[in-house]
């Protein structure tokens, strides 16, 4: 039997998602828990890997097993044996020929950025944070300059092992809500610090270092040494997977379950 769960974490305390040696993963707290539901080891596979840092507020994974339980074994028990940054959302059976990562025709990214003189306290790890003003104006016209598809090479980290740097940007929208700029981006699928790439380009435009035009001679540069530093990954959210309707999964939409806290509100000018 094949469960697909859907998954929100704070990234704080973890090394990522995925398990390494001697260091907290957010794919091992969860293997154990749902281990001790099943009675047998499982093994998770991901809709993406976070890194250390990262949070989820709609991360899909799907596990094997021989045990036979309610949906809401997987869900309530499982989140009884969990850490309380960690959550299962709901549980669904699925066909042995579904892939929580292959057969996903989309993934959904949200970086919240503060923007205002003083660090965050409250919000600390939770969100980006850049001190001077930042000119939405500049950085939405840069960010339409990677819609569609291309070589994002120079928004990839040297250690990415994806097979080829070209990748369908079907949306990237910049919105002020309060003292926080809100980035969503929708992608067929995302290279290794890509989306914290793209957000420091942003940054360089917004605080007037580059104008907008140089999001496109990045591009068309290719080359990851000509771009902004690796931004922080307090503010990434992983928040959303696309599937096909007849895989049956609950939709993840982008941005639901973030907290009040992060909505605005609590950062209002």
Known sequence: MRIALGVEYDGRSFCGWQSQSDVASVQDDLERA???????????????????????????????TVAARPDSAWVRGVNRHLPDSVAVLWSHPVSEDFHARFSATGRHYRYLLLNRPVRPALAS?????????????????????????????????AECQAKSPVKILHRLDACREGELIVLDLHASAFLHHMV???????????????????????????DRTRAAPTFAADGLYFAGVDYDAAWGLPATAPGKGLPASLTGAAFAV
């Open 34 to 64: 749902i281990a001790k539901i099943a009675g047998e080891p499982v093994r998770l596979h991901a809709a993406g890997r976070t890194d250390t840092g990262v949070h989820a507020l709609q991360q899909v994974v799907h596990f094997d």
């Open 125 to 157: 790890g939770r969100v980006g944070w850049f001190a001077r003003p930042l000119q939405l104006d500049a950085m939405r016209a840069a960010a339409a300059m990677l819609i569609g598809e291309h070589d994002f090479s120079a928004f990839r980290a």
């Open 196 to 222: 914290r790439n793209i957000v420091g380009a942003l940054v360089y435009i917004g605080a007037g270092r580059q104008a907008p035009e140089w999001m496109a001679q990045l591009l068309e540069a290719r």
